[in-house]
């Protein structure tokens, strides 16, 4: 710790985002940086406390206030080594990650200004590749071969792992290049593909092999498999794994099955995400297939961060209106007397996007889809209420006032994922992220992949 007083007399100081009336003209990053000497300043803030909670509540137990320490004292390269000893990729997490820590950081809990841990975070792990702290390792080998099936950060960080650890790895995704959501997902604006591109190519050159456009049936590897065709395609693909990681994320979103769906204009969420990214990386599609909000009054169903990153999306494309609506109450702002810490707050949270502009509503119950010739114009939708329940569980849903008709000619739905359903694997498959644990975080699709390729490593005992 070393400066005991920093907590005092320095202020949080977060970077920031590039003005609205800049940012929203192009799909770039929206969050800027610090200079050197104040971001080093912030680090100081940390005051290492004797229990860190930030320790625990990041889900990789990163090491907050060593690393914190180290970047205060400018000894950069330090700080690197300690962060990526439990962070395979902190420039991913750095930049998107909700930063549980910083919830449960003893200066949030106190004042309500926690150290800047992601943000300094992402600092650290830039300067590692821009002063050349990211070396490229060659692991001695040790004869054992695994699969690993879906190449978000659940499967990349098993693969790095493993891969360091001496087993030939193989990567195998239906996508056309790796980062699972981080890639086909999360938008550029505030994660910039090169970045997945830069640590990709770490990976191939410490042995990591990627194959692309490979969609596996995983079912084929079920102990009792009736897919037996399948299954021999698998052994084809993947050929003799000593063990097979399975990461294949939440494929399954959840859909709106109400009158009208069927209309022309009504998105999952992720239709437009990964086309819109896909597009920014140079793929091309037809008018028909092309799904843009320019010049449409767009209808976000779902208050999440899915539904905030189609809001930005919408204002990029050049929407002429975004409305977003949630089922349940607005969230109080600042503090929820009903989630005290330990527990993750459940408060208002207005996102990058949300101030670019965008009307939101909550308490707001979907009806109908309406339309005019095949194509969507609005949704009936219904204001209600939440009522205790006497018999406890869920509240229930009450009408609050009339139906009334939202106008949109664009609707996207950002209602969530389903959870994953897998039959039971031999003993020498695994599975990792998403895939195991249903819709998370970024942050936790890495901690599981680390874990999965510890479990894989004390299986396989070479
Ligand atoms: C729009 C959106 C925004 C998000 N924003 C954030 C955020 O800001 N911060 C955050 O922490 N989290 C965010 N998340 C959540 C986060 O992206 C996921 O929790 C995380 O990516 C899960 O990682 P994963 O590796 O388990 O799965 P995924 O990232 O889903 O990767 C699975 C991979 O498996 C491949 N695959 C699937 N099936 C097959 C098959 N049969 N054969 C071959 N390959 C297959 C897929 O192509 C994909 O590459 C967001 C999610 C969404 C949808
Ligand atoms: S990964 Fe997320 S929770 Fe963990 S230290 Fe970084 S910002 Fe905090």
């Known amino acids: 710790m070393g400066n005991p007083k920093a907590f005092l007399t320095v202020p949080r100081k977060e970077a920031g985002y590039r003005p609205v009336h800049d940012r ?24 290492d406390c004797g229990v860190p909670f930030c320790h625990w509540a990041c889900p990789l137990g990163n090491k907050d206030p060593e690393w914190n320490d180290a970047l205060y ?66 692991p001695v080998r040790n004869g054992k071969k695994v699969a690993i099936i879906g190449a978000g950060p659940a499967g990349l960080a098993a693969a790095n792992q493993l891969n360091h650890k001496g087993y030939e790895v193989t990567v195998f995704d239906r996508n056309e290049a790796a980062g699972g959501l981080l890639r086909y997902g999360i938008p550029n604006f505030k994660l910039n593909k090169p970045i997945i591109d830069r640590r990709i190519s770490v990976m191939e050159q410490e042995g990591v092999t990627f194959v692309y456009g490979k969609h596996l049936h995983v079912e084929a590897l079920a102990a009792d498999t009736t897919h037996a065709a399948e299954a021999e395609q698998m052994k084809a693909a993947l050929g003799t794994p000593d063990a097979i990681v399975i990461a294949t994320g939440t494929p399954t979103a959840r859909d709106l ?31 028909e297939e092309r799904i843009t909000a320019k010049g449409k009054k ?42 005290p810490w330990p527990h993750w707050p459940a408060i208002l949270k207005t996102t990058s996007s949300h101030q670019e502009g965008c009307e939101r509503r909550w308490n707001i119950n979907t009806l109908e889809f309406l339309g005019k010739e095949g194509q969507v114009t609005g949704v009936r939708v219904q204001p209600i209420d939440w009522k205790p329940n006497p018999a406890g569980g869920r509240p229930i849903m009450v009408e609050a006032g009339e139906p009334e008709t939202v106008e949109a000619d664009l609707v996207l739905l950002a209602m969530g994922f389903l959870h994953p359903q897998h039959p039971p694997f031999p003993c020498n498959v695994f599975v990792a992220g998403d895939a195991a644990n249903g819709a998370s975080l970024v942050v936790r699709a890495i901690a599981s992949g680390r874990s999965v390729a510890e479990a894989v490593d004390a299986f396989l005992h070479p």
């Open 298 to 339: 767009v209808l976000v169903i779902g208050g999440g961060d899915t539904g905030s990153d189609c809001i930005g999306t919408a204002h990029r494309q050049g929407a002429t209106s975004v409305t977003q609506i949630e089922i349940m109450p607005q969230p109080p702002v600042g503090h929820n007397p009903a989630t």
């Open 257 to 287: 099955n109400i009158p009208g769906r069927e209309l022309k204009g009504i998105h999952l969420a992720l239709e437009l995400l990964s086309q819109q990214n896909r597009v920014l990386a140079g793929a091309e599609y037809s008018k």
């Open 24 to 47: 929203i003209h192009d799909f770039g990053e929206v969050e800027q940086t610090l200079n050197t000497r104040d971001r080093q300043e912030q680090a100081s803030r940390c005051m």
């Open 73 to 138: 004292r400018g000894e950069w390269e330090t700080a690197y080594k300690i962060l990526k000893k439990t962070n395979d990729f902190p420039e991913f997490t750095g930049r998107i990650c909700p930063a549980l820590c910083e919830k449960s950081c003893v200066l949030y809990l106190t004042t309500g200004e926690a150290v800047t841990n992601r943000e300094n975070e992402c600092a650290i792990a830039e300067r590692a590749f821009l002063e050349g702290y990211v070396t490229i390792e060659h």
